[in-house]
């Protein structure tokens, strides 16, 4: 007989189509085993027996008590059928004291009929007081039907009183109590869990088997039971999703591609020899990795990480021409056009004659760096087109425009990826497909990811950290600037803006909205006069209404100027030049400087309800002043008030310039569901009982595991119930998260 089945079931065979629906629209749950691995998120323990005399306020007590009186009301509602509402009240007493319980509407025939003087019961619920009495409304209670002797009756009270009642993530369409009654109907199915761990692992590490995971989780005894059943559960959740990414390493390894070996005195030499700087350690191990790689006759699938400025770009740069030289084309695609203009720039100056190939005054290895964008006119964009299927260019920047049919490479070799996050799954597959094989994959981001994030997000990708940043980088100072608590804080800050701007330096002011929305608030929005309980009402500063103001007010006589996401690109890219070239003081912008955006002479930053931003985009800002030889400043403008989480994590910012150890302050405080749900595919995570943060240990234990399971056998052949819980963890949304774009 098959075993899946009973899993498989359709929960409206099991539960009735009402609830079923219920459940699949609230709660995406569809089958037995969806309901199953529905965890309880918490306990709710009884209660130890409380007397009636000592009854603690707004906390759920558990009691014994015998009924003294029950009465039952009926009063005028117009919410009751025939304008009649029904109220029962139940006196109880253990003789140390009384106790009102309060039942209406429906909920008053059981306990009516069950309640009656003289009976003997437990009453769980939680105490609240009623025209200055103590009560319990609707409690859960269970009558005792002792044997002769009492012993049976004390015993069901223990059991009863000690119980921990599992509270589950509910809906208001779902009670958790109906969620726990569904579960215990289906609980029996547990047994029929096929285990997905292979049997050695799991003794080895003195786990529980699955159907009794699950059983312990939904009906524990003890707080043991509920420990043993999450340490086997989150085994279940890393060990699955490390399969699925070490069997996408393990076919990634099988496909061809084309070894890329730089020439010993080639364009990356030339280049190398022109550098005015030497590179620094990391940038050195970071690039052995990368040439290794390059080398071998499958692609190369690396993720590099880099702090905001410790040279990424030069890394990929040098990567890129490891391939020109064994007479390959590289392709570096950025996430926006600003971005790409900028690469383009950045590239061309560092390379200098060497990006002049075909042109008089190049140099003897030079080749050609074209741009690739969506707005640009159509004969430099026939012309760049050209030069991709000749060969004619060895070097393309450029956006998704990049990725469109039209587009042909001569000879594809690599493509670099700029902050991978943004790129989605089938823009990364169509690249690939326009090499004559598999081109190799370097991804860059400058967004710090924990290990153990890396691990699991990107774990199909081998990770590369450069951690140091190049000499000549200035240090950043930032500060928290309480525009509620302080206003004056915030007219020094001003002042500083100007002081850097006096001394020949330029500054950011960044905001979170544009402001030609259709519901943009009145002009008064950045008057900074709303109290500390508005601030969190306000609508968010806008780009328009801070430039006007300050080009009004504080920053009178300074050249302002907006750049935001709606701009047309040519206005953008206009925008970006005049302020590389010092035209303008002060850029008011929205976070389109986040990423790449490169002016060294930008020295300060001011962000605007800086509360509305996460941790990890805050440090993306920041990272734009400070890439000069003079010192960075960045000043975090909020109104929350000082206690609050908001003000914490500013707080957290200011104090520290590591990104890594931020993102892990963001992560612990947005919750990992973030991180690897919405952020990464939109759906919800697959992650319930498993920690990214906490449960470091757990994911790089069972990634070695994973490894050493697929290396064995990559088709899972002698693991039947591993692949069935690939399976499940692998339909369509799951695909694209673990291609995650």
């Not at 007397?51 to 009751?80: C, G, I, N, Y």
Request: charged share 25%; hydrophobic share 40%.
């Amino acid at each position: 007989m098959d075993l899946v089945p009973a899993l498989q079931e359709p929960l409206k065979k099991v539960l009735g189509p009402a609830t079923a629906k219920v459940m699949a629209e609230h709660l995406g749950l569809h089958t037995v085993g969806d309901l199953l691995h529905h965890y309880p998120r918490r306990y709710e323990e009884r209660g130890q027996l409380t007397h009636l005399a000592d009854l603690p306020m707004d906390e759920h007590v558990t009691v014994v008590a015998q009924v003294a009186d029950a009465r039952l009301h009926t009063f005028a509602s117009s919410k009751a059928p025939r304008g009649k509402g029904q109220r029962l009240e139940v006196t109880i007493t253990d003789g140390s004291g009384r106790l009102q319980l309060v039942f209406f509407g429906n909920g008053v025939h059981k306990p009516h009929k069950e309640l009656l003087p003289g009976t003997r019961a437990m009453f769980a619920g939680k105490v609240s007081v009623f025209n200055r009495r103590l009560q319990l409304a609707h409690p859960a209670y269970e009558l005792l039907r002792g044997g002769g002797d009492g012993e049976d009756g004390a015993e069901t009270v223990e059991s009863w009183a000690g119980a921990l009642i599992p509270l589950y993530p509910a809906t208001a369409k779902l009670e958790s109590w109906k969620i726990a009654k569904a579960v215990q109907t289906v609980l029996p199915s547990a047994q029929e869990a096929v285990d997905p761990l292979p049997g050695a692992l799991r003794e080895g590490r003195g786990l529980v088997s699955l159907p009794e995971a699950l059983l312990k989780i939904h009906r524990p005894h003890t707080k043991a039971d509920i420990e043993d059943a999450r340490a086997r559960l989150k085994w279940d959740e890393a060990f699955v999703l490390q399969v699925a990414l070490a069997r996408r390493r393990h076919a990634e390894t099988q496909l061809p591609a084309v070894p890329r070996k730089p020439s010993p005195d080639g364009l990356l030499t030339a280049f190398d020899d022109r550098l005015p700087f030497t590179l620094t350690d990391g940038q050195r191990k970071v690039s052995r990795e990368i040439f290794d790689d390059l080398a071998t006759d499958h692609p190369m699938h690396r993720l590099l990480q880099g702090e905001v400025g410790s040279g990424k770009t030069l890394v990929a740069l040098r990567a890129m021409l490891a391939v020109v030289d064994s007479g390959g084309q590289a392709v570096m695609l950025a996430p926006t056009e600003v971005l790409a203009q900028q690469h383009h720039r950045s590239v061309v100056e560092m390379m200098g004659e060497l990006a002049e190939g075909g042109m008089l005054g190049g140099a003897e290895h030079a080749t050609k760096v074209v741009l690739l964008t969506g707005s640009m006119g159509a004969a430099a964009r026939r012309q760049a087109l050209l030069d991709l299927a000749t060969g004619e260019a060895g070097i393309v920047i450029g956006t998704h425009a990049l990725i469109e049919d039209k587009v042909q490479f001569h000879d594809l070799g690599l493509v670099v990826v700029d902050e991978q996050h943004r790129f989605g799954v089938e823009q990364r597959d169509a690249l690939r497909g326009k090499g004559k094989q598999p081109p190799h994959l370097l991804v860059m981001t400058a967004t710090p990811i924990p290990r153990t994030v890396a691990m699991t997000v990107f774990g199909d990708l081998e990770t590369s950290v450069l951690d140091q940043l190049p000499a000549g980088r200035s240090p950043i100072a930032s500060h928290v600037v309480p525009a509620a608590d302080k206003p004056h804080f915030l007219a020094r800050a001003w002042e500083r803006v100007r002081e850097e701007v006096s001394n020949g330096h330029q500054a950011y002011v960044v905001c979170p909205r544009i402001g030609d929305e259709e519901d943009a608030p009145g002009k008064k929005a950045a008057q900074r006069t709303s109290p500390e309980d508005d601030a969190e009402k306000r609508p968010p500063l806008a780009v328009l209404d801070v430039a006007e103001q300050l080009a009004e007010g504080p920053l009178r006589g300074l050249r302002v100027e907006v750049l935001h996401g709606r701009m047309q690109p040519d206005d953008k890219d206009a925008v970006m030049r005049r302020f590389t070239a010092v035209e303008t003081d002060v850029l008011v912008a929205t976070t389109v400087i986040e990423v790449g955006v490169n002016v060294p002479n930008a020295t300060a930053m001011v962000i605007m309800d800086a509360d509305r931003f996460g941790v990890s985009q805050l440090h993306q800002l920041r990272g734009r002043v400070g890439r000069g030889s003079a010192p960075g400043l960045c000043l975090l403008v909020s109104e929350m008030p000082e206690a609050s989480a908001a003000r914490q994590r500013l707080n957290a910012v200011a104090s520290t310039l590591d990104g890594f150890e931020l993102s892990r302050i963001d992560l612990e405080q947005r919750r990992e569901g973030d991180v690897l749900g919405q952020a990464q595919s939109g759906a919800r995570t697959s992650l319930r009982v498993l920690a990214v943060i906490e449960d470091e240990e757990i994911i790089a234990e069972a990634r070695q595991e994973a490894a050493a399971v697929v290396a064995a056998d990559p088709e899972l052949t002698g693991l039947p119930g591993l692949r069935t819980a690939l399976d499940a963890l692998l339909d369509e949304e799951r695909e694209q998260y673990l291609e995650k774009g």
